[in-house]
C-alpha cells in the first residue's frame, strides 16, 4: 500500500518557499522508502515550495496500518501543510514517480 501526501512549504505572507529544507518523520508502521526501513527523510521544496512525499505500508490484511507523520521546516516563520493526493496527482505535481525494488537474479 502508498499513501501519497503533498507537503506545502509557505513564506508568513504566503509564497511558495522554494529550495527549503524539510525534514520528515514517520511514527508508526510503514516507511518513508520503498526498499529498506526509513523513519526519516530530509526533502527539499520545489519551485513552488512543494515536496512529494509517500508512504509505505506492507502486509495491511493483518493488522491496521496506523501512522503520524511529522514535518519540520527549516525556517522558523514558514506555514506547512500536509495533504493526501491520489498517485495520479502525485505523478501531476512530482514528475514521473520512481520506485527501486529489489529484484532477485537466477543464475
Known amino acids: 500500500m502508498?499513501?501519497?501526501?503533498r507537503v506545502t512549504l509557505k513564506s508568513a505572507g504566503g509564497d511558495?518557499?522554494?529550495?527549503?529544507?524539510?525534514?520528515v518523520t514517520l511514527r508508526g508502521d510503514g516507511s518513508l522508502a520503498p526498499g529498506f526501513d526509513a523513519k526519516e527523510a530530509a526533502r527539499?521544496?520545489?519551485d513552488s515550495g512543494i515536496v512529494p512525499l509517500c508512504w509505505y505500508r506492507r502486509?495491511?490484511?493483518t493488522r491496521d496500518a496506523k501512522?503520524?507523520?511529522s514535518v519540520a521546516a527549516s525556517r522558523a516563520d514558514a506555514s506547512v501543510t500536509i495533504e493526501p493526493v491520489d498517485s495520479?496527482?502525485?505523478a501531476a505535481t512530482a514528475g514521473p514517480?520512481?520506485?527501486?525494488?529489489p529484484q532477485r537474479r537466477r543464475f
Open 2 to 5: 502508498r499513501q501519497y501526501f
Open 16 to 23: 511558495p518557499l522554494a529550495g527549503e529544507a524539510v525534514m
Open 44 to 46: 527539499e521544496t520545489n
Open 59 to 61: 502486509g495491511i490484511f
Open 67 to 69: 501512522a503520524v507523520l
Open 88 to 90: 495520479e496527482e502525485m
Open 97 to 101: 514517480w520512481i520506485s527501486w525494488a
